[in-house]
């Protein structure tokens, strides 16, 4: 059951992924669903589960982008395992903590594709300021929720949450 | 714990190798597959997905629709009675401008198949560089396509396609720091390349160093072209820039003439076919 689950979760993330952006932009810009969906499973699921949606995500949106194939599935199982290893130490337990862990995460997941891409291609495809100083505060904002449905959706008990 | 760890570990360095495999060879055989398989997994998201939303949230204004669309069609079925005269005489001077095309030496006219496709999905990481449109290989497309976009009643060149799937393609926006578009200046024949910047400006770059270009000129697509039919409108001049003493050509900024922010349905202009009539 708890296998259905989580495809749930995959699918669900990546059909708000898809709709958000497309459907509901504020301002042209609109938050990294499936990171914020990562940072929540990597607080509040065992690794295993975190770290392969994480990369399953992150090669939906290295299929769907068109540049770097493969740099986000790494961005985001980094992020997952970053998460996990410092999650005993962060608390996530409140929504402010979660949308300032979130937030924080966010700047460094930007830069670390920017970095990637200079690396792997020689530019940085950089998203503009707007955008790297935006979207990490709807990320920040969609961070409690994503949490919250994360939790109250997989049923985690309180034990194998930490 | 430790098992935990243990496992964090085995799939952190699987998935890392994965993911570094797959960034240093881009376009070999095994990563095209596999990029491929899930193109083909998830292309049914955005189109069944808008489908379903647009169902849901367009149900009453569909009814609305309905009866003005019924009385709309009373109108029409009137208006349509002179089509017939309209195509009689469409043909014949179509018949005699290839004629005269033919006397002139030159080559015949090509034609295009137009199609509409919404634009089902776009990325706000990457918003002036792809999106994805509803049509696919169902409805004739092909890599490399020209796609359209309307503004106030004036279409503009917007990109090309640059994957088909089976429902939806990707299209490929001249703002991409990858694009780049043969354009002219038609009233003095200045010919340059359009390319992209990564934002909502273009960059038309080798215009001759003496071009008077000014602010405001019109920039079309040019007749030496491949992809795009000429003369369709690619955007205006909104800064010349100084004189670079390095360079041996001049650039300007353009601002397209359809932003790509404000797309949300292009026109795809399908493989060049001959018509049967240039055929035979």
Redesign the interface.
Known sequence: MRYLRGVGVFVGAVLVQWWWPSRLPIFGFAPQVLLVMTIAAASTEVPAFSLTVAFLWGLVLDTIGVHLFGGNALALTGTAYLVWLVKRQADVSNPLSQAAFTGLISFGYALFLAALALVFKGEAYWPGWGSFFVTPVFNAIAAPIGFEMLRRYMKTPAHEAR | MNR??R??NA??FT??I???????M?LSVP?LS??AC??YL?NP??YY??RA?DRVTGMPEAVARLISADVENMKLRHELQRVPLLETELESVKKENDRLRLQMGLKPEKTRVLRWAR?????????Y??L?VEAGKGEGLEVNAPVLGALNGRIGAVGRV?EVGQLTS?V?LLA??TSALASYFPAKQWEGLIEGQ??SMLRMNYLPPDAQVAIGDSVYTSPTGVTFPPDLLVGHVTRVFKPDPFLAFQAVEVSPSVPP?TLKEVLILLPLKFTEATKS
């Not at chain 2, 994965?18 to 240093?24: E, G, K, T």
């Not at chain 2, 634009?119 to 918003?127: A, F, G, K, S, Y």
């Open positions: 935990d760890k496992i964090a799939l952190l998935y890392g994965f993911s570094l495999l797959v960034l240093c881009p990563v596999i990029k899930i193109s998830i998201v955005p997905g808008t939303v634009v089902v999905e776009r990325d706000p990481q990457n918003w560089r792809y994805v640059i990707k490929l991409d720091e990564g934002g922010d």
